[in-house]
């Protein structure tokens, strides 16, 4: 149907799965984090890649959070990235980090403050945005349908955090060099190459 992507044949993808599973329980192979974000995925190869970053990573596969990726988290997480919405249920499953189908503030916060934009451009966890979709005292949970809603008001309202942190003087403007870094920390998912080379280029 419209906006899904065909699945992989399932020998193919068992095929894929063993070449990268090193773990073996009980007679059943299991692919650990590392087998699923360096040597499948080929990420955080370096030698000083941040083990958290490829457990947080992992976590997306392995629903179960019990370390390993079984072939059928492995099948589930394919047949995941054919649904329309991929990049929302993606998303949501890396912040849901114990798995129970809800997102909390502490999963939250704890996957943001791992990012390289939040060391850089901090994000207000305490503001009233925040407030708004886990409640005043934080302990509200976020469902998928409303997690959807909030990861796209959340891009919006983190331009809009880091444009104030920009405009110290509340003039409601700031320098094209400011501009550029905001749309390049923020924004770069929507960003040409054409756009981003224009923006530099503006800035000086």
Request: aromatic content about 14%; glycine content about 6%; some cysteine.
């Given at each position: ?59 997306i596969v392995d629903t179960s959070k019990d ?6 988290e492995f099948q589930a997480f394919e047949g ?125």
């Open positions: 149907s419209a906006g899904y992507l065909k699945r992989a044949k399932t020998e193919k993808l068992h095929e894929v799965f063993l070449k990268f599973a090193s773990k073996e329980v009980n007679g059943e192979k299991f692919m650990t984090a590392a087998d699923f974000v360096q040597k499948y995925l080929g990420i955080y190869c370096d030698a000083n890649f941040n083990p958290e970053s490829v457990k947080l990573l992992a976590g370390g390993l990726i079984s072939f059928a995941l990235l054919c649904v329309p919405d991929a990049l929302y249920k993606t998303a949501f499953q890396l912040f849901d980090t114990n798995g129970n189908g809800m997102v909390a503030f502490e999963e939250f916060a704890e996957v943001i403050r791992k990012t390289v934009i939040h060391q850089k451009i901090p994000f207000n966890l305490d503001g009233t945005f925040v407030q708004l979709y886990f409640g005043k005292e934080k302990k509200r949970l976020i469902n998928y349908a409303e997690f959807s809603q909030f990861l796209h008001d959340f891009h919006e309202e983190y331009a809009m955090e880091a444009f104030r942190r920009h405009d110290k003087l509340g003039t409601g403007f700031i320098s094209a060099l400011d501009f550029q870094d905001i749309m390049i920390s923020i924004k770069s998912h929507l960003l040409t190459k054409e756009v981003r080379e224009n923006l530099v280029a503006v800035s000086w």
